[in-house]
């Protein structure tokens, strides 16, 4: 860190590069007063701001490590910023602001060739430049791209089409081509923004507790560094690798169907029931019964059942959310403690799901945390038998809730996923099963990291769509392993089936061969599944989705090695390219293939009706095509046949798992 002063400005430096430049004529830091207007309908959201005043702070006053700037030379201090050292680089704490300053805009210099990725899990776009990201939790939309049918259908329904930056896990964090990182920490909502040549500009609708500067010699050590300072996962239990996770949710004949899974083959590591607490039918499908606790009605002897999968070394998984129905027995028994978020009259917040309502666990009081620890997740869910579950709709918070801690909802909103992240990992670790429970959420913000053992995708089309299809879970992969995500993976055919859309056999079966290159294999039914294809309903998809799945099992030993390499760095186990071949900038964009750890790269085929895929192999090593055998050498596209069975894999010449990779094509 080095701040070099000029005459009414300065240089900031982290690692030798120039991340902040200030002059009265240019300068980095803006404030000022806005007026937002936000409205919520089920997760989707319609934001917009009056800016009221946005002001050039152009005078800077420089007192050793204090930084004081101003609107103009004698006039008042706006703001007052203190430099610090910090691991890997330097932080700028705000330590003062003008009272009424709700808008901050930085500003840091770009370079015009610069490539720019993270921002969370971003579904659309991996290299971030020359665009501009709200970062926001809420449902990431339908279609997701504004020129497509489905989702302007979606949009007139309930706003619910999405754009393309709309994500479950948004993050204040991006890493740059220039080996440096920035992170704003802060939970309000906030715009990044790098549409412009010179400089990228980050927008903050509060005064941020501080901005994090990073510097590394390469993208593996800025990695690192960043999940050192956001959490390391915990680890990826080692059932998980012996097969696929398989979802059902058709009550007590789930057990029934599995078990023409395991006739047919298939390798399972674990039954995921869903609807374990019941079920209710609503015009966008089957959803589930939010009252957190086994339905004996749906599932008969089901802690017997679980136990008897258990000795079959197979586990049982659940669902939950930080909900409660009101119309579920649960529902009066947290009322009647006080632990539910508020409403303005001072009443319990119900909040609507789409013909149902729920009250919202109030995490931010002790009692509601250490009640659904106890009440729901130890005693309901662990104690029946679960191994693990889906820590659903972390991303829902109402921004007209009144929480017990007093902090505006509109603040605590982003802020919510990791709280339901840590009241999940803290039960897990009260009952001394932390590595060996496993729940998986699609919500994230900062912080996540430290306590989710598995990111989940969301709801995906159940299409090869090029915003919300198969693709744009490769793009969450990445962009999410930069900022020290490890473990992220996805529903095997997609999830959400409207408007006429619904699964082909060959989309499931392109998805099965992604996704056993994956941290995770695991299957859903979807919001329809009586008008969509399961995997066991189709000879020809059952038969193909036990191959991936022996695959999956195939590679567990090196897996097993990268599971380790999270641990040991934070490296995620899908990898964009450039992390190990930073000098072939052709890497840099990449978004639809990746490296499964360092010396497998896979190209998943993400369009119908393709019998050949292309693929980029990056300079710097020869490949190996695992289903041929044939050596093409690095720094060039290639064709390769893609049949259904064999997508486009290849292995790095010389790996020390040659003789593993070679035998997947037995």
């Not at 959310?321 to 119309?327: T, V």
């Not at 006080?338 to 009081?365: K, M």
């Not at 989309?507 to 599944?529: D, K, Q």
């Not at 293939?593 to 990056?618: I, N, R, T």
Request: glycine residues 10%; aromatic residues 12%.
């Amino acid at each position: 860190m080095h701040l070099t002063q000029r005459p009414g400005g300065f240089s900031l430096f982290v690692g030798g590069r120039e991340m902040l430049r200030h002059s009265p004529d240019a300068p980095c830091l803006f404030a000022g007063r806005g007026q937002e207007t936000m409205e919520m309908l089920q997760g989707n959201f319609d934001i917009s701001d009056y800016v009221v005043e946005r002001a050039p702070l152009a005078e800077v006053t420089v007192d050793g490590d204090r930084l004081a700037f101003r609107r103009e030379a004698g006039g008042p201090v706006w703001l007052t910023l203190e430099l610090r050292a910090s691991p890997g680089g330097a932080t700028l704490e705000v330590v003062q602001a003008a009272a009424g300053l709700n808008r901050l805009w930085v500003r840091l210099l770009a370079e015009a060739d610069e490539h720019v990725w993270g921002c969370g899990e971003q579904m659309s776009y991996f290299d971030l430049r020359g665009r501009r990201f709200p970062l926001w939790t809420s449902e990431p939309g339908v279609g997701r791209d504004k020129t497509t049918e489905i989702t302007f259908k979606a949009d007139q329904r309930n706003r619910a089409g999405g754009d393309y930056y709309h994500t479950n896990y948004p993050q204040p964090t991006y890493v740059s081509s220039r080996r440096v990182a920035v992170h704003l920490q802060t939970t309000a909502y906030s715009v990044f923004d790098f549409r412009h040549a010179e400089f990228h500009e980050l927008e903050v609708w509060a005064m941020p507790e501080r901005l994090e500067l990073f510097a590394a010699a390469d993208f593996i050590a800025m990695v690192g560094l960043l999940s050192e300072r956001f959490g390391r996962q915990p680890p990826l239990p080692d059932w998980v690798l012996n097969g696929a996770i398989i979802g059902l949710k058709a009550g007590a004949e789930s057990f029934t169907r599995l078990e023409r899974y395991l006739a047919a083959g298939v390798r399972v590591s674990g039954l995921w029931c869903e609807d374990w607490a019941g079920v209710r039918q609503t015009s966008f499908g089957t959803r589930l019964f939010w009252d957190w606790q086994w339905n004996p009605s749906r599932y008969p002897a089901l802690d017997a059942r679980i136990a008897a999968l258990r000795a079959r070394g197979i586990r049982f998984l659940g669902y939950v959310s930080p909900y409660l129905c009101s119309d579920g027995t649960l529902f009066p028994e947290a009322e009647a403690l006080g632990l539910f978020a508020r409403n303005a009259e001072g009443g319990t917040l119900l909040v609507d799901f789409g013909e149902f309502s729920c009250g919202v666990l109030d995490f931010t009081q002790a009692a509601a945390s250490d009640w659904f620890r106890e009440r729901i997740i130890k005693q309901n869910m662990i104690g029946l038998g679960l191994s693990g579950w889906m820590a659903d709709f972390g991303e829902y918070l109402p921004i007209d809730a009144h929480l017990a801690n007093g902090v505006d909802a509109k603040l605590m909103h982003n802020a919510w996923p990791p709280i339901w992240a840590e009241v999940n990992a803290q039960a897990v670790a009260e009952a001394g099963r932390t590595g060996d429970i496993l729940f998986f959420m699609r919500a994230g913000f900062t912080g996540t990291q430290a306590h989710c053992p598995l990111l989940w995708a969301g709801d995906q089309c159940v299409d090869f769509s090029r915003h919300d299809g198969l693709q744009t879970v490769m793009v969450g992969a990445l962009s999410s392993g930069m900022l020290g995500n490890a473990y992220h993976h996805s529903d095997v055919g997609g999830y959400t089936s409207l408007f006429g859309n619904v699964r082909t056999a060959e989309l499931i079966m392109r998805w099965a061969e992604m996704a056993a290159f994956t941290a995770v294999m695991r299957t859903h039914e979807g919001n329809r599944p009586l008008e969509n294809l399961q995997v066991d309903q189709d000879p020809e998809v059952l038969a193909h989705f036990a191959r991936m799945t022996g695959i999956y099992v195939a590679l567990a030993p090196y897996l097993r090695t990268l599971i380790a390499d999270a641990g040991a760095r934070g490296l995620p186990v899908q990898r964009p390219l450039l992390l190990h071949f930073p000098d072939d900038r052709a890497t840099y964009g990449i978004q639809d293939q990746y490296l499964f750890g360092p010396d497998l790269l896979v190209a998943p085929v993400h369009a119908a009706g393709q019998s050949e895929w292309p693929a980029y192999l990056p300079a710097g090593a020869d490949w190996v095509h695992v289903w041929s055998g044939q050596v093409f050498a690095g720094g060039g596209r290639v064709v390769v046949p893609a049949p259904l069975g064999q997508p486009p894999v290849f292995y790095r010449q010389g790996s020390a798992h040659t003789a593993l990779f070679a035998s997947l094509s037995a």
